[in-house]
């Protein structure tokens, strides 16, 4: 059987802060149709990944690929364009649009609309089709014309995600989706982040282990920026090294 295409990739990738040497030597491919998660300790270097990756930091050494083409000195707006998307820790949604305003605001860049905000909201009516399937797809058909003030954490970053998926990425980075969720919230966006992921490459950062054992394909244990292993999380949670690193030596 033929592995998934590879859609981001990096090797050797190190980054240095004035001495400090906060990634190192970190190897990853994001397959199509897959969900890697990044797991570690605060301080590990997972969120410098995830800048490196998105442009946001430039490595110090090492080579990025997105889609088999290099990426390593591509600005963060180009990386976006090509199909390169993020989601924050901070749910980043305008609180007093709609539901629907706001997937139809994100969806004006890939519709060569993103310049045009001197333009009423009416302008963007021709953007409702793709923007209520976005909506459906993960689940806030109901509160489409509700502000997104209004909406639990959870819905709001059900909210994100929609507005990431505007940009139709064909890799989704998600920081930390399920971050201060309760049971009812994490339920519903693992099962978005899972049919998200059928027609794409997922990376994500997450501390609620039952999520990364349950949705992910694959996982990788950082610990103070380098990888500590690779595999799938069965393997991984039997490496006693990152029970005693991350998961706790008396974890089971």
Not at 127 to 138: K, P, Q
Not at 160 to 174: C, F, H, Q, V
């Amino acid at each position: 059987m033929t592995a998934p295409e590879i859609v981001l990739s990096c090797r050797g990738l190190r980054k240095d802060f004035a001495g400090f040497t906060a990634v190192n030597d970190v190897d990853l491919d994001l397959r199509h149709g897959e969900i890697h998660a990044m797991i570690g300790p605060n301080g590990a270097g997972k969120t410098t990944v995830f800048n490196l990756l998105t442009k946001f930091l430039q490595p110090t050494k090492g080579r990025i690929t997105l889609l088999g083409q290099d990426i390593t000195r591509t600005s963060p707006s180009k990386v976006a364009r090509m199909g390169l998307a993020r989601s924050f820790q901070i749910s980043a949604t305008f609180p007093h649009l709609t539901v629907l305003e706001n997937v139809r605001v994100a969806l004006q860049r890939p519709n060569g609309l993103a310049h045009q905000f001197w333009r009423p909201m009416s302008a963007l009516d021709r953007l409702n089709e793709r923007a209520l399937e976005l909506i459906e797809l993960v689940g806030l058909k109901d509160a489409r014309n509700r502000p997104a003030a209004d909406l639990s954490y959870g819905r709001k970053r059900a909210l994100e995600i929609a507005t990431t998926l505007a940009l139709d990425p064909k890799a989704l980075l998600l920081d930390e989706p399920m971050a201060g969720m309760g049971h009812e919230d994490v339920a519903v966006v693992s099962a978005i982040v899972r049919d998200v992921a059928k027609t794409r490459a997922v990376l994500m950062v997450e501390h609620n282990l039952k999520v990364v054992a349950d949705l992910c394909d694959r996982v990788t244990v950082l610990q103070r920026g380098e990888i500590l292993i690779s595999g799938d999380y069965a393997t991984v949670s039997r490496d006693e090294r990152v029970r005693t690193a991350y998961l706790g030596a008396g974890h089971d």
